[in-house]
């Protein structure tokens, strides 16, 4: 390029772009589509600034990538390899490509996995495809196996996905930023400076473990007060149940008053690519607008909750009240409520963000503490702080229902559900 | 209320929650649909941060209006009407309830002020009529009163709309704060403490003169850097361009491939409120998806360029040039683009933002300083800075064309024509 | 007070002061005395923007106190005992009044204790004593028992000194912003949201305990990044030789060079209140620049390195090494260094700065969570992370010495001592 | 250097030292002793949190100059001389060498110059010049011509000093950051990307005009709300007295009862280059203690009015009041106050800092713009607010005297001084 760009981001305050590849990613059509799917999901509805894009979160991938690979180039690493530098970059920027419109309900609720349409995008009949292969054919390949995981160069790899990877370091500040909790801010200039390539891993500096402990600390509270927030996972709960009724209503022979291509393929389970890319959030909420207006009474205002945000209450409850949750269900049958789209209960496992856990077989990339005698060693080993957050389980059991139960269940017939479900977190 | 209720706001850290009406209007459906309405319109095609919505705008002003009220309160202020305080702040918070999607743009389409659609849904049967009616029956013409400043007490409309009123305050705040640039900055609190009510006016202390200077300067450097950015207002022409496009189409007879009602309605200029209140920016941006698929090739590529970002792109010319640009609409016509579609001057005076002008007839509260003799002084008499702003005449003249144009156009054959518009700013 | 007066202030943005007793203390010529001595003390050698004084400090703690009362009072919690407002405010204001120059190195000099200067301040012949006997005779009297702890309502004093009171709290957020590092912000505004007083604790409501985690781990980040920085610690020790040095030459009966009465008094250890009131960290200063000119070859060499920031190096040990240690101080004798002077050891414990212990006898107040059937639960109970930060122990074994010690070393002659300083962290 | 080092810096985050000779410098004692001069002398008692030093403000001076650098060699600008590099750090980090205590009262007192001090301190037997000397012999001399103005190559001097060098750009960042203002923050990231080497010059795209607006904006700002703060003002009047009484005393054949000799050479206008490095504000301030208990009783009421911040009120007043002022000198010496130290008369000519005026003499080097045609334009020729700034006279007439003298005026006797001096700003 002939001269270096810039985006003016509220993060990072300049992105920087310097290569014709990237600039050209960015304007492909694909890449725009990130502007029309929130970055939290249904997090706005919770904190009323959450209402950032994929898309800005992308560029911020792509710019730390690209600060972490320039201090790299400065040091003149040897561990690093130059080569790659490119391949990073398109990963980085394009490792989201493939979310869907409130992707986590949407992925509960038909089965589509985000990463699989990432790779599907990235090696499609898609203008991002053509901007990769100009660079070389098998270019879009290397790309999709970094976004995969499947690329055989670790070193690649853990930039984009690894416990300290540019992903969630952006992510923390970015959704930190947006929402205003102020949990999120970690030094990430700090961090920049104490990593380095070394033997195929990007390590950590010993001196920069209080500096991890902090980005680690930052991710924990993150989770509880933002990603984790039982208000949130109403939101989500809600649309999941919009969709679980649709698809039931498709299978039962409904004619629906409302529908568009994409979103009646979504429900036949057999989307293609291009029907996928016209899928965003502003499709489905237009789904949820006039689906609110559906004959089905049950879709009509599973609809309007989501809309209005009338959202779902929620009762945290112990492992051995299930005899009570189960007897909720009846109640809330006779209460003209049925319990398959007006009630959900949660455990603490079904999370689908992860928090720090070493031993785990799926977290392939540790953070590892490099020391001056050269030994290399897990941050949980060292760190207090960080065994700590590691042991912790996150997550309560929680049951989620309409507020008007409440009123409909009588306090001397129930006494025992009363005291359970009037007692709110 | 019994207790106190927050939102975490990246502007205000909190936003304070201590009537029960306030509580109740955000919780109506007219006033959750303004989440699903961007505060900047097609401002986040510059400035991807702008993803905000009139939502969090809204409980700013809201918020602000709570301080400034709070600190007469403290001060126990003579000139302040304690009375209008629920008044003020219903009006605050309500203030932008009309706005639809991308504003500007859909109301020189179709002539449509979001100030009436305000008071419409104020004073019309909705959940937020119902709310404020609770309170006294003629409590919702009072807040239309206001919003539509034909309320007597001029007091209490100059908090809500004035040269330096609570939206202003907000906007710039949280304007720059989500596109990142710290242009909009100024110090709110200094500015709370300097203004007080003073014989019916809202009047700011003679010592507080900097800080004002120091917040109009904000509001003009946001104003050139981000309201009036040319690449915002070329979306702004794009999708101005496509409404314009079905317009015709439908004056013509066409059968679109896909149509809602409500926009329907709206092309045929007889849109109802229950209608209106459909209409968000994810209904519209699901138009434009479904729309470039439609048969007519212009809509659908009009359609196109704005969701790909493909904007026209934009020359500035001076007055002088008038014939050129005359010159401009053949050479468009001859190389197949409708000039009708594929071309915009703009003017210097059509922008909808102001700038500070204490001169004209409709500003009808400017920014009064009061000295320890008690005497007011508009503002511009004794600020140099403030004076200079004032005279400032905004915006270029430019013309705005798909960048396809200057590849068609032979240098040879137009020689002047190309060096306008090869001469970008 | 006829108006509300403000001090600009970097991290509270303004400082409110509403009673003229506060305005006429600060106005006093024994807090404005606190202008000249340093919040951090010797931390600016190692973090530059630490030059900040404890009169900002003692401002800030005014201020948060201000605000957890006036909050108390605009919820109407039964449990606040009203009268004492004035009480808290003072006490928050003159609680570091005693401090003297370079505090940690002096009182370990010389024996002395700021609580008990601050009390005699408090109530001496001072024209503090004069503004707080005006309120009351027996005012003064009360102040200085909030003060050193002795005054019989836990919640007046837990409010200066606690777990969680408004020293800590402004301190945290001073250091972090003076400094630059970014670990000490923590949520202030949520936390005085969570926070009430309760049968006489000031406790916090249990769904704010992630906000004191939060709170609780960036006072563990700054005690190991800031309060306990070795370069920090190294200059604390650089200081406390000279003065054991001065004091040694005194003994002996040397005659300065430069000398002034109030570090003659320090020295003999009977220092009046008014030749107290003298000292302040440009006296000190001086008499490390005039001192670095005399006769004595040790106090002018131990001066120059002060002044001109030639710190000590340090090396940590394993308590094993203790053998070695001792084998140090003999060679330093052979290589001309007197051990006395030129060499400390430091052991984790005696840092003056605390972390959270609940079980420790010195911790009279610790965090109480209040949950919603009113049991009172200690923190570190219920939250994994505090448990975590309260285990660990602070600090490192360290060996402080110059570093042309290592020069005069032979690496023949002793390779165990050459490998033990050689390693630096 | 081996590896890059790093100060964390609250302004800049990080200062990045990659050049042994700057880590040298910034070692040396005449560097250190910066850190025991404050930035903007008396505003601290403005302004609390204005307590940074020129060793802070002189490391960010060099960060500014070494990103700008950084950024005209990663552009490989052909009009920049890269030889210059080390040379334009070197004199950014030293600027300031010479500063003296509480600078502006000093230099006004005893007639000494910051810059002459910084050359000879450059050029003498110092550490400094050894680190120089040792880059290359006529290297001092070099750093001396930059300091001072006289090297050849404009480009180079006005990094250093011009109306948009990197001396100013710290300084406004800086003061704001510490004072808590914020009228002096600009964007500064997008200043550097838009100015360029060009024939000579140090020039600004024109495309960046509005943010250097911004720039100027800033500084007009902060030259009205901190720089030329009347109460930083009547601080910096008080000093000036204490020199002057001091020197009249001396002169008189006074004997002192506390004297250090570099004080005393100042007096008597010979000082030497060793004497003048051990002045620092801790000396001066030490001075004011001692003098506290002098025998003359001007000479010890003036240094306690300093520090225990008595300091003298002011009124303004209207160049017709010149005979009052007159009047007032007379009333003033029968009340007892001798108006050689107890008076003084500000003219807005006086002051020592600068705005923006580009016609002026001494401003060598103005602002220009260069537009896509290759001219250069004085910025004020193209920008309406930066002629409005340059036009703007700053300051007022004001009498600075003690607040005791109001209360031994009687108005009946002295209706009209009563009256200008009752109305106070």
């Known amino acids: ?39 939290l999901g249904t997090s706005f509805l919770t904190f009323h600034g959450a209402e950032h894009s994929r898309f800005s ?3 911020g991938v792509y710019e730390i990538t ?12 040897d561990d690093w390899p130059k080569e790659e530098r490119l391949l990073c970059l398109c990963a980085a920027l394009l490792h989201d490509l493939g979310h869907g419109p409130f992707s986590h309900s949407i992925e509960k609720a038909f089965g589509t996995r985000h990463e699989d349409w990432s790779c599907r995008i990235v090696l499609g009949d898609t203008e991002v495809n053509r901007v990769l292969s100009a660079v070389s054919p098998d270019f879009p390949k ?11 160069k670790e070193i690649v790899v853990s930039l984009v996905s690894s416990q300290l990877d540019a992903d969630r370091m952006d992510y923390l500040l970015r959704d930190a930023y947006f929402t205003g909790v102020n949990y999120g801010t970690f030094d990430l200039e700090r961090i920049l400076r104490v990593i380095r390539p ?18 680690l600390m930052s991710r924990y509270q993150m989770y509880w007060q933002v990603y984790f927030h039982p208000v949130t996972r109403s939101a989500e709960i809600g649309l ?16 629906f008053g409302f529908m568009v291509e994409p979103i009646l393929h979504l429900i036949q389970q057999n989307i293609s690519l291009s029907d996928y890319l016209l899928l965003d959030e502003s499709v489905m909420q237009t789904m949820l607008i006039f689906w609110s207006q559906e004959k089905d009474g049950i879709l009509r205002d599973l609809c309007r909750r ?3 945000r009338k959202l779902y209450k929620y009762s945290t409850f112990e492992p051995s009240d299930q005899a009570l949750i189960q007897r909720m269900e009846q109640v809330m049958a006779e209460a003209g409520f049925d319990p398959m789209y007006y009630m959900e209960i949660d455990f603490p496992s079904k999370q689908s963000y992860d928090v720090y856990r070493p031993g785990e077989p799926d977290e392939n990339f540790p953070i590892l503490l490099l020391d001056h005698k050269e030994r290399l060693t897990e941050i949980s080993h060292l760190s207090e702080i960080v065994q700590s ?37």
Chains 1, 2, 3, 4 share one sequence.
């Open 306 to 308: 989501f809309l209005d």
């Open 240 to 255: 999941h149940k919009v969709f679980a009724r649709a698809k039931h209503l498709y299978e039962e022979g409904y004619t």
């Open 198 to 215: 070394y033997k195929g891993h990007i390590v950590v500096k010993e001196s920069g473990m209080h500096a991890v402990e902090d980005y």
């Open 389 to 425: 957050i590691s042991g912790i389980q996150m997550g309560k059991h929680r049951v989620y229902y309409p507020e008007e139960l409440l009123e409909r269940l009588s306090v001397e017939k129930y006494p025992e559900l009363w005291a359970l479900l009037g007692e709110r977190d």
């Open 57 to 59: 979160h992308s560029l």
């Open 1 to 39: 390029m002939k001269e270096e760009k810039v985006f003016k981001d509220p993060v990072h305050k300049y992105i920087y772009v310097q290569d014709a590849t990237i600039w050209d990613l960015i304007n492909t059509r694909e890449f725009q589509r990130l502007r029309r799917i929130r970055q």
């Open 66 to 77: 690209r600060k972490i690979i320039s201090q790299f180039e400065r040091n003149h690493y």
């Open 142 to 152: 290397k790309v999709a196996g970094v976004i995969c995981k499947s690329y055989d």
